[in-house]
């Protein structure tokens, strides 16, 4: 007992987070307001790399039990802080493309099954809806309605700045490496979380505890304001294999990924030709016509052997996540929230457990925006 007769207070654990996208920001902000002494570290400033360029689109439509309670966690939180628009996601299979049908016959009632508010819908039904789109061709599409867009960079700095408001030490322009001994930047801490998006496999390869994630680049276009964003849902076509959205009046076109490992250090961050080419496509397939682009670039996206992120303790004290596909952040107001839960001692997500490779594992990368498992 201290002398007042109060029991003396137990030590808040120190927690360093490196990285502060969207994922870092999160945990750094959950962390904070259960009294956790948070430093973050970010190489640039907030929201600097992935999650400031991504393309905000948010549903719970996971065949997958852990996928999709994560999902649907991830929404509520969305909407709680009032970030979410609501806005249906619709995804097509086109004639002669029977494998994107045949999955999407196989997804949907498994997601249904999961409690997901998904159907098929037909080419009437979708014409009626959003007579804007090119509806002739369509085989199969269905859509989900537990879905909507937030604006991804404004959301990952209102986090960060909400994570500063609860007590977290936010260091920009503050980039660090990793030696395996809990140390960040000349200081211990009681735990270190890793949540440099892209970086995270070199950071904790070089600390001693590899995992095995790779870096693969993605494209994204946005056009001029144009009428026919007021008249489409989310739509990924699976023939196509792209994905678009409206934003402010605009249309957001993405995906030319290309599978292949990226250096996260040294990539090119415009659009290439090909793919802003191939936009004028894919609105043509759309909506009936190409509509004049007004900026394009390129992200990265991290890719795992069996297409699940990595998310929990690496080593002791050590934690991790990263691998998130392509979705990394519909998922992270849930993802963020039980990393935190477990850097406090309770429960993780079982099925996200970095510790289920040794690190060293050979895979190919397969995009997240699929129909397929
Ligand atoms: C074009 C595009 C479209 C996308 N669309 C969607 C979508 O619609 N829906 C969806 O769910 N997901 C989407 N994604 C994926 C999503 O952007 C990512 O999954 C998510 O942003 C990952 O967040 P993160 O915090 O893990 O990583 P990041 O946002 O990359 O953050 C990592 C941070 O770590 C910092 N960092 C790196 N190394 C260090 C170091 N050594 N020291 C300190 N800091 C460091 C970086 O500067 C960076 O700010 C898209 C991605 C792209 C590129």
Same mark, same amino acid.
């Given at each position: 007992?201290?002398?007042?007769?109060?029991?003396?207070?137990?030590?808040?654990?120190?927690?360093?987070?490196?990285?502060?996208?969207?994922?870092?920001? #999160?945990?750094?902000?959950?962390?904070? +307001?259960?009294?956790?002494?948070?430093?973050?570290?970010?190489?640039?400033?907030?929201?600097?790399?992935?999650?400031?360029?991504?393309?905000?689109?948010?549903?719970?439509?996971?065949?997958?039990?852990?996928?999709?309670?994560?999902?649907?966690?991830?929404?509520?939180?969305?909407?709680?802080?009032?970030?979410? #628009?609501?806005?249906?996601?619709?995804?097509?299979? $086109?004639?002669?493309?029977?494998?994107?049908?045949?999955?999407?016959?196989?997804?949907?009632?498994?997601?249904?099954?999961?409690?997901?508010?998904?159907?098929?819908?037909?080419? %009437?039904?979708?014409?009626?809806?959003?007579?804007?789109?090119?509806?002739?061709?369509? &085989?199969?599409?269905?859509?989900?309605?537990?879905?909507?867009?937030?604006?991804?960079?404004?959301?990952?700095?209102?986090?960060?700045?909400?994570?500063?408001?609860?007590?977290?030490?936010?260091? !920009?322009?503050?980039?660090?490496?990793?030696?395996?001994?809990?140390?960040?930047?000349?200081?211990?801490?009681?735990?270190?979380?890793?949540?440099?998006?892209?970086?995270?496999?070199?950071?904790?390869?070089?600390?001693?505890?590899?995992? =095995?994630?790779?870096?693969?680049?993605?494209?994204?276009?946005?056009?001029?304001?144009? =009428?026919?964003? %007021?008249?489409?849902?989310?739509?990924?076509?699976? !023939?196509?294999?792209?994905?678009? +959205?409206? $934003?402010?009046?605009?249309?957001?076109?993405?995906?030319? !990924?290309?599978?292949?490992?990226?250096?996260?250090?040294?990539?090119?961050?415009?659009?290439?030709?090909?793919?802003?080419?191939?936009?004028?496509?894919?609105?043509?397939?759309?909506?009936?016509?190409?509509?004049? *682009?007004?900026?394009?670039?390129?992200?990265?996206? #991290?890719?795992?052997?069996?297409?699940?992120?990595?998310?929990?303790?690496? &080593?002791?004290?050590?934690?991790?996540?990263?691998?998130?596909?392509?979705?990394?952040?519909?998922?992270?107001?849930?993802?963020? *929230?039980?990393?935190?839960?477990?850097?406090?001692?309770?429960?993780?997500? %079982?099925?996200?457990?970095?510790?289920?490779?040794?690190?060293?594992?050979?895979?190919?990368?397969?995009?997240?925006? !699929?129909?397929?498992?």
């Amino acid at each position: 007992m201290a002398a007042g007769g109060q029991p003396p207070a137990e030590a808040l654990p120190s927690v360093a987070v490196v990285g502060c996208g969207v994922v870092g920001a #999160t945990v750094a902000l959950e962390l904070a +307001r259960r009294d956790a002494d948070v430093t973050v570290f970010e190489a640039g400033d907030v929201a600097a790399e992935s999650s400031g360029r991504a393309a905000g689109i948010c549903y719970d439509a996971f065949a997958d039990a852990v996928d999709a309670e994560i999902a649907e966690r991830a929404l509520d939180r969305f909407r709680e802080r009032g970030a979410l #628009t609501d806005h249906p996601y619709v995804w097509l299979a $086109r004639s002669g493309d029977d494998r994107s049908a045949e999955a999407m016959a196989e997804h949907v009632p498994r997601m249904r099954q999961q409690g997901r508010d998904v159907s098929f819908l037909d080419a %009437d039904d979708l014409e009626s809806r959003w007579p804007t789109l090119e509806t002739d061709d369509v &085989a199969r599409a269905a859509i989900a309605r537990n879905a909507g867009y937030a604006d991804p960079a404004a959301y990952t700095r209102e986090t960060a700045e909400l994570a500063v408001g609860e007590g977290a030490d936010l260091r !920009t322009e503050t980039p660090v490496e990793l030696d395996g001994t809990g140390r960040v930047d000349g200081e211990d801490y009681d735990a270190v979380v890793v949540a440099a998006g892209a970086h995270t496999a070199r950071l904790l390869g070089e600390a001693g505890h590899p995992i =095995p994630v790779k870096a693969y680049r993605v494209q994204a276009l946005l056009t001029e304001q144009t =009428p026919l964003a %007021d008249g489409v849902p989310m739509l990924y076509d699976a !023939t196509g294999g792209y994905y678009l +959205r409206p $934003r402010d009046g605009r249309l957001f076109v993405g995906d030319g !990924t290309i599978p292949e490992e990226y250096d996260p250090t040294d990539w090119e961050e415009s659009a290439d030709g090909w793919f802003r080419e191939n936009c004028d496509e894919y609105l043509d397939t759309a909506v009936g016509e190409s509509v004049t *682009e007004s900026r394009s670039w390129a992200g990265l996206c #991290t890719a795992t052997p069996d297409g699940d992120p990595l998310v929990g303790e690496r &080593a002791p004290g050590l934690y991790v996540a990263s691998g998130f596909q392509g979705h990394g952040f519909m998922r992270a107001p849930a993802i963020g *929230e039980a990393l935190a839960n477990e850097v406090l001692g309770e429960e993780g997500i %079982d099925a996200f457990d970095p510790t289920r490779f040794e690190g060293d594992e050979s895979f190919e990368i397969v995009e997240g925006m !699929t129909l397929e498992d």
